[in-house]
Every structure is written in C-alpha cells, then in structure tokens.
C-alpha cells in the first residue's frame, strides 16, 4: 500500500518543531507499525536526510521504550498493544498518518518523537518499592498470599511504563501510572508494612513534576497498551485519605 | 599465559562456603570510600548496582536506555529455576547442578554451576521481599512449572513475563539507592571503551547519546553487565539496541574472549515474514509444557492443520525422544526443526515452519486455564501473525536467542584485567555449550545479587589505588580514540546504511555460523567477513549530527563491532573439532545427535585480541570434571 504520513520533526528540546510530509510506497501489511517507519529512515539515508528519531527497543511491548500519537491516539488504532505491536494491516492503501510524540509537560520533547519520561524514575524514586535489602530474608513460601490478591497485584505490576496514560489524558495526569505501582506492591502482604508512607511520598512527587490531576475521563484505560484498569487509581484514592486520616 | 580459574580447593558442596569466608572483607566504615561503575541495567546490572550501594560503596550505573527498567531481560518470558523442591518431586541443588551441567554438554565449570544451583532458592526468597507477584496457587504458595531439559518442577514465574517482573524488582532497588544518593544513574550513555590505569580497569568512556558528548568516568573498579551479543546474526529474539560494543571494545583492551562460538537457537520463535523484518519475537519456552510439537508425515502436505488427521501426524520429538518429549533441550529441539524443514515437511507459507499445538490441552484443562497460564503470549502470537492459537496451531521456527559466550572470567567473575568484573550474559561462566529454559535469569541475579557483591570486596581489599585524573595521558588517549573512531566513520561518507551491512552479516553468520556449521561453511564465512569489514569501513554512510541524538552513528559502532566479533565466532567455531550443546559441527554427529570430543576438547576457549586485521590468540583453560562423570547426553 501507498501512505502520506506528516511526521513531527524537531531538532532538539529548544527547537521550533513542524510536521513534515512523506509519501511511502510498497508498504507490506505484514509489517509492524516501527519497521514501516524503519523503511521510512533508509529511504532518508539515501536522500543523506537525518532520520526519524524515536525510542524503541524490544519490539515485543514489554520493554515500554516505544509511544506516539497515531492519528490523535496514544499506540494508535486497536486497543492493549504497545505502538511496536501494531501492524500496517490495520491502515488502507492511500491513508494519511499523522505520528507526533506523545505531549504533557512532564514529557518535554528531545528531539523527533522522542521524548524525556524520567519523571517516571523520579515518581518511584522515593518510595515506589518495598525496602527489602539483599539477603536475611525469609524462604519465600513464608509469606502465603492469597491467589486472588496476588493476581490483582500482578494486573498492576504488568505496567511497562510507556506514558501512554498520559499522553492520553486531556489533563496529563499520571494517575494510572502511580496507581498501578500502589497497587502492585499495596495489595501485597509485603508491601502493606510501607503502604501509608509510599502513598503521600508517589503522590506529591507526581504534583512535583507537573501532571496533572485526574478527572475520571478514563482514557488511561482505553489506551493503556497493558490495559490497567482505573479501579486502581480508586485504589490509590482509598489509599491516600487513609493515610491522610 | 596460564588463565588461573581461581577455583577455590575441597569438595564441590562446600567451595562456595569457605571461598567466603577466605574472602577479604571492606570494613563497613571503608567501604564509602570507594567507587564502583556498573554498566547496563538489565537483571545483573541492576541488581549488582543495587546490593553494592546497601553495602555501602557508591555506585555509579549507567544505561543507552532513558530509563534502567528498559533493559532487555525485561523480555524474558518464562520463569526462572531454584531448586526448592516445593513439587516435591525429588529436586534438590545436585539435581539442578547435574542437569545444568548436562545440558552445557559438559562445557563449564563444576564449581561455577554448583554454585549457581546453591544460591539460586535465596533469589527466589529475595524476589518474594521485593514484592514480585510470582504465580500462586489457591492456598496460597509459590506454583511452578516445566522447563525443558529437566523431568522435574522447579520454575518459578510471574505469568508469562517473568523477566519484567524481576527487572522491575531489581529496578526498584535500584531506585530505593539512587534516592539514597549511593548510586548515581547515569541515562543514555554508551560505554565505547575501557581505561586502565597501572594495569588495572578504572574507568570507562562513553558517549552520551542525547548530545554527543564524549565523557569519561573513573573508579575504583567497572562491572560489565552489557548482555550477549546474538545481534551478531541481525534477527534475533533480542532487543533492537542489544549489542556486544562494551564487551568487544574491553576485548580490544586485553580481556579475553571465551567460547564465542557457544550460541543459542530458540526453538519456538514465530517465523520469519518478510525482508523488512527487524527482530524475531520469542514464544516461551513454557509453551512446550502444554504444546505439541508436530509436522504432517506428508512432505509438502498443503492441507490445512486440522485437516490432517492424528495418524497422518508426526510428533517427531515425542517419537524421538519418549523420556523427554516435547521438552528436551533447546538446542535438540532446534536442530530437529531445522532437519525436518530441510526434509521438506515444513508448513505454512514458507516451509519452515512446525506446528505447536494446544488442541489436546484446551481439551484436557479447558480454555480457560491454558488463558490463565499464556493468555499474554497467545495475544503475542495473534497481534503478530493474525491467526488465533486457540483454534488454529502456532507456526514456529527456531531463532538466534542467547548467547552462552562471553568474556572470560575467573570463580570470582573477574576478567583477566584485574578490576575488570563481568556479570550475567555478557560473561561466558555458567550455561557450558548451551543453556536450559530458565537459568539466564537465575544466572544474572545470582552474579548480581549473591555473588559479585562478596567477590568485588575481597579484590578492593587486596589492591592499593593510586589516585587517577581525568587530565592523564592513559586517559585522554583512549578518549582520542574513541572521537577518532567517530570521526572516521562520518568521514567515509560512502553509499551503503549502516543496517545494510547489519542485514549482510546476518545474513554470512546464518546460513554459515548458524544451526549447522562445517569446515567449509565456516572458512566461507571468515573470508566473507574480512571482506564485509573492508567493504564497511569504505563504504559506509552516516547521516545526522555528531553533537544530537544521532541512531546512525550509535548503529553504525554497533555493527562496526559485530563485523569483528562475527570473524572471531566463526574462528572459534572451526577451531572447535566436536559438536557440542548450540554449536554443532556437521563433520561431527551421531544419529543426528551432537558428537563431543571430549579428549580434545574439554577446555574453555579463551581468545586474546593480539592488534587490528591480526590473528587471535587462543589460551586454553581445562575443564576439570571431578563430581560427573561425561556422558553422551540422553533424552531419549
């Protein structure tokens, strides 16, 4: 298939960006979203052009590297798949594909579609985790937890931490974010001793780097490649004025 | 030179006991004066960085990534191996010891994979306190699974992304560190060489991938875990970014290079599409605990799978090898994908494919619990091909997934340049010739979170520093090198990209180095490869800016390296006279089955980097088997 895609282009983080136009032929619908834009940048090399820059690693949709916005969604068309996971079967010959970086202050832009999500390092910096130090700990089926508990804990944790609940959120809120890593080590008899702590510490460091506040839209959830569910950021709410009392 | 092991004396149980307590210690109060470099994030690095700065050195880590979490042992799918004996089915650490040493084919260290076996039930132990959600059963304690290679149930695992859930705990302590401000994480930067100072490795140069500045960084020792290099093929279950420019620029540097011929063939990947084709994408493992493995007994049969009725199947592993079935090693079960492909009764559109198929399962547990156990990678399968694993049989076929070689290191996993440590995948210690389904994960946390924190203390106890400036020559040199090596490649300003010349090599290191090697295709390959290399160094063309976030020139380092390191694995590779585990020589076969040489052949093979375009150096260290007895190893 043939597709006009307008790309955002910006050289750096103080630069003025602009989409750009490209047209693309022979496009297979077997190929993954990222290797259409991999043909994309060969052809530029051969124009000596400077490429496309954007992060991307595994190309499985677990490493979280990949995200922009297709066509206004965050991962594009189709719902629980990262933006790698997506496939040129779901566009038609002749298609216009608008592809920008994902955009929240918290995100500031580094150059192209790629992007700065440290503040997500620096959420968890200060408490998202158990303060277990390496070894003098006990054998691991000393600690039962309950099946069901555990598998809500493991819905959580499957976070990749992409940003997409961000980008997708009209206030940039990280609600979802935090409350899947609040929820992953809260609902964990493990996790519970810090829970009240870890709480008030992940909340005022997401106030800290600017994201926004949430107003239950919920398209975190639509558009969560891990499809995490908003309970958790009910979760988060229960937590947080229990600690506040 | 002799490569002294260093492996401690007295019986294999207790080597690691008294090795510990034969170890120098830092004193508590000394241990802040000291700096550490760790180089990669994923499970061995993260890990390392993490348990140092508890004990109180101060670390300093650094990543390509944006982000520690994104390292690639986040990918690894299936689930990680301890020996607690929870199925009581008869585990215990000799049994994993034994079976891992079996299914090296008897090409490591006793001592080494004893001691991986010991430790591996505290890793569990650990990872349960740092909130890792393993899988449970209803009574609420850890549940496990199979693993091929091994007739009992000692795999633990978080559904089917294992690897993330240990990443993100390792991470986390890692995070809990770096806010203590005993670690200090350094994002995209990429090591592009080593410094030593008085002989010894204190520091190293790297590039910062967001501007382009070159930077250097010192320290009182550098811990390499940079991963494997099986980018070296071009497709490969790995990560885009995965690369072997750390370990191969410290090669260049002096350490040496062990058995980097030894490389794993994953055999349930889904099949190549197309030549757009940027990575493979693994299906676990795990899946072969429910899946059968089957071709129809009809060459060149174009019906569709579950058209062809039971008795016109053939379940070729399950024939082949009764005891093990669809769970024999990975290696066995690759290369009989491959033999039966070649034989022409390869499905799909490609033939080279065999079926793995969830019928019987889905009818013996029901939809639903197979969807409990691998609803994440059945998705996988889906998104990628479009046909749904429930009804219809996975296509799969074996790709290039890990690599057992690395850099060489001794019982303390230092590399033969003191100060110079060297953890998880991107050392050569533990997996022999090949390594089974859930031991890479045991092996990087086990190096990261068990053992390296005791050994690096004694060797910081034992040396004196001298003070190192970053205005000495030792320093500035290498920096030099590293701008001239950058400024050389945007100078060529030749024709053919970067991933070309990727996709080139792939293509001489498959078809020559890959399931099957034999003298000739493995002399082929080097010619081949010297060629490539010239071809690349005048030929090559850069895009981008030196000084801005530039995935050319990142790229174009990484293929640099692996032009090189491609030529020593086919050296090694040819000058291995005997199949063994993933390297298997044509020459060298039994009824199909992989043919060691055990008096020739039972030694690590160590390669010194003797100059540029100039032939390897092998050092040879013995393999000695005081506790196992070899065997021709046997599924059957």
């Known amino acids: ?29 077997h190929m993954s979203f990222l290797e259409m834009l991999d043909v994309l940048n060969e052809e530029l090399i051969k124009k000596s052009e400077d490429t496309i820059a954007f992060d991307h690693d595994c190309r499985e949709g677990i490493c979280g590297s990949c995200g922009f916005m297709i066509n206004g969604r965050a991962h594009g068309p189709g719902s629980g798949i990262a933006t790698c996971q997506l496939h040129m079967r779901s566009f038609k010959d002749g298609d216009t594909i608008i592809i920008e970086p994902f955009r929240a202050e918290g995100f500031p832009v580094i150059k192209d579609l790629m992007i700065d999500r440290s503040a997500f390092d620096r959420i968890l910096q200060v408490g998202g985790y158990i303060s277990a130090k390496t070894g003098g700990i006990p054998d691991g089926n000393a600690i039962p937890i309950k099946k069901e508990d555990s598998d809500l804990s493991m819905d959580a944790a499957a976070c990749i931490g992409c940003g997409a609940c961000v980008a997708a959120c009209p206030n940039s809120s990280a609600m979802l974010f935090v409350s899947a890593k609040i929820s992953h080590l809260g609902l964990l008899p493990q996790g519970k001793i810090e829970n009240d702590e870890r709480v008030i510490k992940l909340v005022a460091q997401m106030d800290e780097e600017k994201f926004g506040s949430c107003s239950n839209t919920y398209a975190c959830e639509a558009e969560c490649p891990k499809e995490i569910s908003v309970t958790n950021i009910a979760r988060l709410n229960k937590y947080f004025i229990k600690a506040n009392l | 030179m002799i490569l002294d092991s260093k492996i401690p004396a007295g019986p294999l149980e207790k080597k690691w006991t008294s090795h510990r307590f034969n170890l120098k210690l830092v004193n508590p109060a000394n241990r802040r004066k000291y700096k550490i470099i760790v180089v990669g994030t994923g499970l061995a690095g993260s890990s390392a960085a993490a348990s140092f700065a508890e004990l109180g050195y101060n670390v300093l880590s650094f990543s390509y990534h944006e982000s520690p979490r994104r390292a690639h042992s986040i990918a690894a799918q299936g689930g990680i191996n301890a020996p607690k004996n929870y199925a009581n089915d008869g585990d215990s650490v000799w049994r994993l010891f034994y079976d891992t040493i079996k299914g090296g084919d008897y090409r490591a260290r006793e001592a080494n994979v004893y001691r991986l076996a010991e430790v591996s039930g505290s890793i569990i132990d650990q990872c349960v306190a740092q909130g890792v959600p393993f899988a449970r059963d209803y009574a609420g304690y850890l549940d496990n699974r199979s693993f091929g290679g091994a007739q009992v149930s000692r795999t633990f695992y978080a559904r089917g992304q294992t690897g993330q859930q240990l990443l993100l705990g390792a991470y986390q302590a890692l995070l809990r560190q770096v806010n203590e401000k005993k670690i200090t994480f350094f994002p995209r930067r990429e090591m592009l060489d080593l410094i030593l100072h008085d002989g010894k490795a204190r520091g190293i140069v790297v590039r910062n991938l967001v501007n382009g500045k070159i930077e250097t960084y010192t320290a009182d020792a550098v811990v390499l875990a940079t991963g494997g290099y099986g980018n070296v093929f071009y497709l490969s279950t790995n990560a885009n970014a995965s690369n072997a420019t750390a370990i191969w620029r410290a090669h260049k540097r002096g350490a040496f290079f062990a058995n980097p011929c030894y490389t794993q063939i994953h055999p349930t990947c889904i099949p190549v599409s197309g030549d757009y084709q940027s990575k493979l994408t693994l299906m676990s493992e795990s899946l072969r605990n429910d899946g059968r493995i089957w071709v129809p007994k009809k060459k060149n049969d174009l019906r569709k799978p579950n058209e062809i009725p039971e008795n016109e199947r053939d379940y070729y592993l399950e024939r082949l090898y009764p005891s093990f079935g669809n769970l024999v090693p990975r290696d066995i079960a690759s290369r009989r994908a491959k033999e039966i492909c070649d034989n022409g009764f390869g499905v799909g559109e490609t033939k080279m494919a065999v079926y793995l198929d969830f019928v019987d399962s889905i009818k013996r547990l029901g939809k639903e619990t197979i969807k409990q156990k691998y609803g994440n990678l059945f998705d996988m399968y889906k998104q990628i091909t479009a046909e749904d694993p429930y009804n219809v049989p996975m296509r799969i076929y074996p790709a290039v997934h890990y690599t057992m070689g690395g850099l060489w290191v001794d019982y303390n996993l230092m590399s033969n340049l003191p100060g110079l440590f060297v953890i998880g995948e991107a050392n050569f210690s533990d997996h022999g010739a090949n390594r089974l389904g859930a031991s890479a994960l045991m092996q990087g946390l086990a190096d990261g979170y068990f053992i390296l924190p005791y050994t690096i203390g004694n060797y910081l106890a034992s040396e004196k520093f001298g003070k190192i400036n970053l205005t000495d020559s030792s320093i500035k040199s290498v920096k030099n090198n590293v701008e001239e090596i950058i400024s050389k490649l945007f100078n060529i300003k030749g024709k053919t990209s970067v991933n070309e010349f990727h996709k080139k090599l792939g293509k001489i290191m498959w078809n020559n180095v890959g399931m099957g090697r034999s003298k000739k295709s493995l002399n082929e390959a080097i ?110």
């Open chain 2, 527 to 636: 010619n081949q490869i010297k060629k490539l290399k010239k071809e690349f160094w005048s030929d090559v063309k850069i895009v981008g800016e030196k000084e801005n976030v530039n995935a050319v020139i990142e790229k174009a380092q990484r293929v640099a390296d692996f032009i090189e390191l491609g030529e020593l694995l086919a050296t090694d590779a040819l000058n291995r006279q005997e199949s063994c585990g993933g390297h298997f020589r044509e020459e060298f076969q039994f009824d199909g089955e992989a043919m060691r040489n055990d008096k020739k052949f039972t030694y690590v093979s160590a390669w010194e980097f003797k100059g540029e375009n100039k032939k390897e150096k092998l050092h040879k260290e013995k393999l000695e088997f005081e506790n196992v007895s070899l065997t021709q190893r046997s599924y059957k």
């Open chain 1, 1 to 29: 298939m043939k597709l006009n895609l307008k790309v955002w282009r910006q050289q750096n983080n103080s630069a003025k960006g602009k989409f750009v136009n490209y047209k693309i032929d022979d496009v297979s619908e």
